[in-house]
């Protein structure tokens, strides 16, 4: 058991979660916030809502410093996976696919080549590992400057908000 998550009960308001586009359920928006906090922490860049040549958006992407690339499918509960396949459609696009969800959902359902965060809004805990299947160079370099592309361009937003740039 992951002994930093917390329940409902222990939440913070004045800890606000914001969301990138407010399409994320609260429950979303939290594992969200508790799976990009860890992946930071291990030294990762971030981008959340990414959009992908193939129309899907990605909850969340990671770019290690050796420019490997990993997808974090948030699934905020057993209806959310079991109504939503769309996320085999995200394995040609990283190097691992992860599932992040709250400590209570039953893991047993999700594929056992996926790897595993047990998340909560203030962090994660990977507990299982997913099976690495390195990408092309041509999908790497694609999917690389599509990250860094979507970053710069929200960074822009951030600092100048007036800018009316649609991302």
Not at 11 to 26: K, N
Request: glycine share 6%.
């Amino acid at each position: 058991m992951v002994d930093h998550l917390l329940t409902a009960a222990d939440l913070d308001d004045s800890d606000p979660v914001l969301t990138f586009d407010g399409r994320q359920s609260a429950v979303a928006a939290e594992l969200q916030r508790g799976v990009c906090r860890a992946l930071r922490a291990l030294g990762h860049a971030v981008v959340t809502e990414l959009a992908l040549s193939n129309g899907r958006r990605a909850d969340v992407v990671a770019l290690t410093p050796s420019g490997d690339i990993s997808m974090i499918e948030i699934k905020s509960c057993l209806i959310d996976f079991q109504s939503d396949g769309k996320w085999s459609e995200y394995r040609p696009y990283c190097d691992r696919l992860y599932f992040a969800v709250a400590p209570d959902f039953p893991g047993h359902v999700l594929p056992g080549e996926a790897g595993l965060f047990l998340a909560d809004r203030y962090g994660a805990e990977l507990v299982r590992e997913s099976v690495e299947e390195r990408l092309a160079a041509a999908r790497r370099k694609a999917m690389t400057v599509c990250f860094a592309h979507a970053a710069a361009q929200r960074l822009q937003l951030h600092l100048d908000p007036a800018c009316s740039y649609e991302i």
